[in-house]
């Protein structure tokens, strides 16, 4: 039995589970998500409870227990708390900020970088370096992310571009002239 598949996931109050056919559908304050469940496992709605089971120990289904267990408890969690992203812009003159739904930042390239915000997330720019990315769904949070990241990620030599809140860099030591 999976140790993550067996614990079964508490529904707070506020959120509704509902289930048609193979498909999970979670309501919230905060919006609804929906989930695809395969073949291999079976998800039982009780009172305040969800729970996944497995008919046989088959290999695709022992890997699918615990991945749905998790879906499904995230999804609980975003439609009721929501999940959140901390970025920080390190280096002189790097600045970014929101206009309708891009995010613009000037990080040393000879144009400003424009990133297009997806459906269901929210960009905050705070002290024009601080970016906090939110929404319902932790996958595209983490994945909008990750991709804003991805536009400058930060050098080891001085530290410059976007990193992760509380991410330490590994820093090298520059060349020495002449010895």
Request: hydrophobic letters at 40%; aromatic letters at 4%; charged letters at 30%.
């Amino acid at each position: 039995m999976s140790r993550i598949g067996k614990i079964p996931v508490e529904i707070p109050a506020g959120v509704k589970v509902s289930r048609d056919h193979s498909v999970i559908r979670v309501e919230g304050p905060k919006g609804k998500l929906s989930l695809e469940v395969p073949g291999g496992v079976d998800v039982i709605l009780g009172d305040r409870v969800v729970e996944v089971t497995r008919p046989s120990d088959g290999r695709i289904e022992r890997s699918l227990h615990g991945l749905i267990r998790t879906l499904v408890a995230n999804m609980v969690k975003g439609v009721s708390i929501g999940f959140e992203k901390s970025l920080e812009i390190s280096g002189v003159g790097y600045r970014a900020e929101v206009g309708g739904s891009t995010l613009k930042l000037v990080i040393g390239f000879s144009a400003p970088v424009e990133y297009p915000i997806p459906e269901g997330v929210h960009i905050k720019v705070d002290k024009l370096v601080n970016i906090l990315v939110s929404g319902i769904d932790k996958q595209l949070v983490g994945r909008v992310a990750a991709e804003i990241r991805s536009l400058k990620k930060p050098e080891p030599y001085k530290g410059k571009g976007i990193k992760y809140l509380g991410e330490k860099i590994r820093r090298k030591v520059g060349k020495s002239v002449g010895a």
